[in-house]
């Protein structure tokens, strides 16, 4: 026989072996005991009873599945609304929902960035818009990360539409974008701001509003923003938020939105309620962000390396990715979930642990989380 058109893919799969850098599922039991700090459900709403009862009350109206992409059969009333409500909650003229907040992002860059356009992007970018910029017919210069003179020295070049693309603040670290100096460079050379809030809605600003409320850019002409429903709002999707006119471009022009199923009326109907539920409980996106700092400083002031969180997300150095490894492991042992950042997720090599904060965190489980972390460290 042959030799395999797979074998390829054994050789790299030996090679990741070797390296130790081998990924593999693990089903998430329903009844854990495990204190999560490694999900992203950081206001602690993805099983608010409101949040549940809503997906399972949109999945009786509306059926299992949107049953169509939104431009044929699956724009529902949910869809309508939730639309309505996060451009008013976040600020923004308009908003458009999609199945997720990788599909928002790769809309969001691929349709403002034409034929003759210049995408100038941040080192330390999301996948998704990296994937983005990769798909986009405009050309892409990435820039040293979270620095407004090297986007003003790409600007320099253009010649067509510009666009800056940048996290606002980034998965890894969970540190911030410079927004109001990025967005200070692209009035001087007339370029767009499109930022990606995935972890900055629910947490930033005030009462979860968001980075670009923070940084007092919301509802500006030029500037657009993705959001994911998944982190703070519990549920899944993604929306891309800005002018009204850019949202009816997208509608029209977005591969991700026209040729994608639309988001499931259950995840809308999720994603509403929890929307509804932080307008009702602001006081979610302070906590999130003060259980932040207390991880941080509890751990640093124990001698761990982090880096301060802006938002919900904290980062731990850790020695070696099998250092990491085998730390996430103990925590594990110990009845704490937490992430493990591991080459090639990390194009720096450096490991991490990453810890995400949550408002529903009582101090008690805090206290636990803190010395679980240091003792499995040891
Ligand atoms: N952007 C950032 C910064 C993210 O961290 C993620 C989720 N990992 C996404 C986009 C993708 O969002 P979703 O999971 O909704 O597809």
Redesign the pocket.
């Known amino acids: 026989m042959a030799q395999s058109p797979f074998e390829w893919i054994d050789e790299q799969a030996r090679a990741r072996r070797r390296a130790g850098l081998v990924r593999t599922l693990r089903p998430r039991p329903a009844d854990s005991a495990l204190l999560d700090l490694a999900g ?1 459900d950081y206001l602690g709403l993805a099983r608010h009873p409101e949040v549940t009862e809503a997906a399972a009350r949109a999945a009786r109206t509306w059926g299992g599945g949107a049953t169509g992409s939104r431009l044929v059969s699956g724009s529902t009333e949910l869809h309508a609304e939730l639309e309505r409500e996060l451009a008013g909650f976040c600020g923004f003229e308009s908003a458009l929902v ?8 790769l809309a969001a860059v691929t349709t403002l960035a034409p034929h003759g356009s210049l995408i100038v992007s941040d080192a330390g ?5 990296i994937d983005g910029c990769r798909l986009a017919r405009g050309t892409t210069q990435v820039v040293a990360h979270a620095d407004p003179d090297a986007v003003r020295k790409a600007l320099h070049t253009r010649t067509g539409p510009a666009l800056v693309v940048s ?5 890894v670290d969970g540190d911030a974008a410079p927004l109001a100096d990025l967005a200070a460079a692209c009035r001087e050379f007339g370029a767009a701001l499109v930022t ?4 900055g809605l629910g947490v930033l600003g005030d009462g979860g509003r968001g980075a670009l409320w923070a940084a007092g850019l919301a509802g500006a002409p030029d500037v657009v923003t ?1 959001v ?4 703070s709002l519990g549920s ?3 929306a891309v938020l800005g002018p009204a006119h850019v949202i009816d471009h997208l509608v029209n022009a977005a591969r991700t939105f026209i040729f994608d199923t639309g988001l499931a009326p259950a995840s809308a109907g999720a994603a509403l309620a929890a929307l509804r539920l932080l307008r009702r409980e602001p006081e979610r996106a302070a906590r999130a962000r003060a259980v932040a700092t207390a991880l941080y400083e509890r751990l640093t002031a124990a001698g761990l390396e982090a880096v301060r969180p802006h938002a919900a997300v904290v980062s731990v150095r850790a020695p070696s990715p099998e250092q990491a490894l085998r730390w996430a492991a103990d925590c594990r042992e110990a009845g704490l979930a937490v992430g493990c950042f591991r080459p090639p997720s990390v194009p720096d090599g450096i490991s991490r642990l990453r810890l995400t904060a949550r408002a529903d965190l009582t101090d008690g489980q805090l206290d636990r989380a803190v010395r679980v972390i240091i003792e499995a460290r040891r």
């Open positions: 992203n999609f199945s997720s907040g990788y599909a928002a992002n970018n999301h996948a998704s818009l996290d606002t603040v980034f998965s990606d809030d995935a972890h993705t994911t429903l998944s982190k899944q999707g993604g």
